[in-house]
């Protein structure tokens, strides 16, 4: 597993708890619930680096996402969902 979602629910912004790994580079890709793509990341995670946070998601509407995470060959999916 890449990481971990501290809370599947959000308002604005989320935290990701990452594993233990050397440094490497991590895509993130947040699905409403038809699959459009809403917003992408692409970072660096520096090594001992615990968590990462996405912030600036206010403008999407309320319901149901799909993140899609991937970090070189792995991939992982977690489902969040964006409240008042």
Do not use: H
């Not at 989320?14 to 038809?34: I, M, Y």
């Not at 996402?65 to 992982?76: F, I, K, R, W």
């Amino acid at each position: 597993m890449i990481a971990k979602i501290k809370t599947p629910v959000f308002i604005d912004a989320f935290t990701l708890e990452l594993e233990a790994s050397s440094e490497s580079s991590l895509c993130a890709v947040l699905r409403d619930d038809k699959g459009c793509e809403c917003s992408r990341m692409e970072t660096l995670i520096n090594q001992g680096e615990k968590t990462l946070t996405w912030r600036g998601l206010n403008d999407l509407p309320y319901g149901v996402y799909t993140l899609e995470l991937s970090q070189g060959a792995d991939e992982a999916k977690m489902r969040l969902v964006k409240r008042i």
